[in-house]
């Protein structure tokens, strides 16, 4: 999508290795969360910031950290790569609460 | 605890057959109610967002209505482009935007 970018767009990682997953907005937009698709599951909630340093937990954040030390990146590391996280990664932005998201084009993880 | 379920999971249709996807939800105050559509290996695209009960809103042969406990999305006359996953997502009274997402109903629009 135009103003969000995420990298890289394919990742294959063995178990037990740090991956760090990046977005980048061009649209100066405060909020940005980064979500997880899996079949059965729909979209969930990992992490979500609401300005530069102010990040949050969402519903399925156990195993992953973020930063935000710039208002146009928001990085998802996951530290320690499990199978489980096998995964496609969205990132979204929100210019304010009430508004809809724009998400990126996503991350495909693969966790061998 | 917030809740959003989608019905049916999958629905096939013959192109010009028009039908309606169900959204059904619980929430503690409903500040929004998100439409989205996805193509197989894209992000979710935005297409509508309703805030009260008995909003309607429309985009070309889409129409997504709102209740206290449901939405509806009216496709009508739909064509084989019209194919896709298409999500509905709730906003909690109190959050930070978060959205709490279903999971989705696969529309296959046949010519």
């Known amino acids: 999508d135009a103003g969000i970018t995420q990298s890289p767009r394919h990742k294959v990682t063995e178990t037990g290795t740090p991956v760090t997953l990046r977005c980048h907005q061009t649209?100066?937009?405060?909020?940005m969360y980064w979500y997880r698709q899996d079949p059965g599951h729909g979209l969930r909630l990992i992490h979500y910031?609401?300005?530069?340093?102010?990040?949050d937990k969402g519903e399925v954040s156990d195993g992953y950290s973020v930063s935000r030390s710039k208002t146009e990146d928001f990085l998802l590391t996951l530290e320690s790569a499990t199978s489980s996280q096998t995964s496609v990664y969205f990132c979204?932005?929100?210019?304010?609460?009430?508004?809809?998201?724009?998400f990126g084009s996503g991350t495909r993880l693969t966790v061998v | 605890e917030d809740q959003v379920t989608q019905s049916p999971e999958a629905l096939r249709l013959q192109e010009g057959e028009s039908s309606s996807l169900n959204c059904s939800y619980t929430v503690s105050g409903l500040r929004g109610l998100f439409w989205y559509r996805q193509d197989p290996g894209k992000g979710p695209e935005f297409l509508f967002t309703?805030?009260?009960a008995g909003e309607e809103k429309e985009k070309e042969r889409l129409k997504a209505t709102l209740t206290k406990k449901e939405s509806f999305l009216h496709i009508t006359a739909p064509k084989p482009e019209d194919s896709a996953t298409y999500l509905c997502a709730v906003q909690a009274g109190g959050s930070q935007g978060n959205l709490i997402f279903g999971k989705g109903t696969k529309l296959s629009v046949k010519p």
């Open positions: 649209e100066n937009h405060r909020y």
């Open positions: 910031s609401y300005g530069v340093k102010d990040t």
């Open positions: 979204a932005i929100s210019l304010d609460t009430n508004y809809g998201y724009t």
């Open positions: 309703l805030y009260s």
